[in-house]
């Protein structure tokens, strides 16, 4: 079983940018897919980004294109989300989370993931 822990989170200003990591341990983390999801108040969980176990294959919800990247380091058990350009709508509690395999990552939405960090919760003001 892996363990995820996010970090990075913080208050920006609109229009500025943060980095998240989410650090796995506990599992090789070559074995998974990892997506990271954020849940504004009052609203559901929802997808951010996705990035397979190679890093060959990535995804981004539409809010997310063009301003977020993900990415991962195998070798240090990290995925990261560079966010730029952040605005308040961006405010919410992000989280990483983990699929054991091989998905089609454009179909990784919250339920199907299998292991959750606790989340960083980052604050856009404008």
């Known amino acids: 079983q892996v363990q995820l822990v996010e970090s990075g989170g913080g208050l920006v200003q609109a229009g500025g940018s943060l980095r998240l990591s989410c650090a796995a341990s506990?599992?090789?983390?070559?074995?998974?897919?990892m997506g990271w999801f954020r849940q504004a108040p009052g609203k559901e969980r929802e997808t951010v980004a996705a990035?397979?176990?190679?890093?060959?294959?990535?995804y981004y919800a539409d809010s997310a294109k063009g301003r977020f990247t993900i990415s991962r380091d195998n070798a240090k058990n990290t995925v990261y989300l560079l966010m730029n350009s952040l605005k308040p709508e961006d405010t919410a509690v992000y989280y990483c989370?983990?699929?054991?395999?091989?998905?089609?990552?454009?179909?990784?939405?919250?339920?199907?993931?299998?292991?959750w960090g606790k989340g960083t919760l980052v604050t856009v003001s404008s």
């Open positions: 989370a983990a699929y054991a395999g091989s998905p089609d990552i454009r179909t990784l939405t919250t339920r199907a993931m299998h292991y």
């Open positions: 506990g599992g090789t983390f070559s074995n998974y897919a």
């Open positions: 990035i397979s176990r190679g890093s060959a294959n990535k």
